[in-house]
T-cell receptor, first 114, second 113 residues
Framework: RKEVEQDPGPFNVPEGATVAFNCTYS??????FFWYRQDCRKEPKLLMS?????NEDGRFTAQLNRASQYISLLIRDSKLSDSATYLC???????????????WGLGTSLAVNP | SQTIHQWPATLVQPVGSPLSLECTVE??????LYWYRQAAGRGLQLLFY??????ISSEVPQNLSASRPQDRQFILSSKKLLLSDSGFYLC????????????FGQGTRLTVV
């Protein structure tokens, strides 16, 4: 089983649609979780951190389910500019100096169509 | 605010030539620094990380090396490039404490011909 798994997609949705991505992780001791966005041929950029209680940032909502070991990202009212690859990231690090334990999913591709 | 600079953005090098990619971070002290590679259609692979000057850890055996001569400078090198070294190389930094996110430079697209 891969450490972090994502459905690669692609997800093709019309503008205004709501789309949800899931990501599962294998290490139950994982400490923190993130969603990144990567545009074609660009660097990944942090979209949002994922907190235990769930968090929302505008049209984006992230949820964490520790019992089932999955993270989700919900995008409401999709825009053309949301088209990108969304990367799920899990930090297994414990204590200072262990930041290297960022485990990256392969990403889910989203295409929002007019 | 913190910024990370990586250069060059694009590089075409012949097989057997040396490589030097440089990354610098501004606006923070004692960051953790990382070199990643992303091959076409594949995920991010961690190559090296550093928690301080002169401290380098290698994640995978390969044809590359890394150095950290200054607190906010991270260099990726090779003495002789292979075709398989082609890829998208990304430098990243994170704060020097646990459970924090990483921030990336613009990346260097390396093609070895």
């Amino acid at each position: 089983r891969k450490e972090v798994e994502q459905d690669p997609g692609p997800f093709n949705v019309p503008e205004g649609a709501t789309v949800a991505f899931n990501c599962t992780y294998s290490n139950s001791a994982s400490q923190s979780f993130f969603w990144y966005r990567q545009d074609c041929r660009k660097e990944p950029k942090l979209l949002m951190s994922v907190y235990s209680s769930g968090n929302e940032d505008g049209r984006f909502t992230a949820q964490l389910n520790r019992a089932s070991q999955y993270i989700s990202l919900l995008i409401r009212d999709s825009k053309l500019s949301d088209s990108a690859t969304y990367l799920c990231v899990v930090n297994e690090g414990l204590g200072a100096g262990n930041n290297r334990k960022l485990i990256w999913g392969l990403g889910t591709s989203l295409a929002v169509n007019p | 605010s913190q910024t990370i600079h990586q250069w060059p953005a694009t590089l075409v090098q012949p097989v057997g030539s040396p490589l030097s990619l440089e990354c610098t971070v501004e606006g923070t002290s004692n960051p953790n620094l990382y070199w990643y590679r992303q091959a076409a259609g594949r995920g991010l692979q961690l190559l090296f990380y550093s928690v301080g000057i002169g401290q380098i850890s290698s994640e995978v055996p390969q044809n590359l090396s890394a150095s950290r001569p200054q607190d906010r400078q991270f260099i990726l090198s090779s003495k002789k490039l292979l075709l398989s070294d082609s890829g998208f190389y990304l430098c990243a930094w994170s704060a020097g404490r646990s459970n924090t996110e990483a921030f990336f430079g613009q990346g260097t697209r390396l093609t070895v011909v």
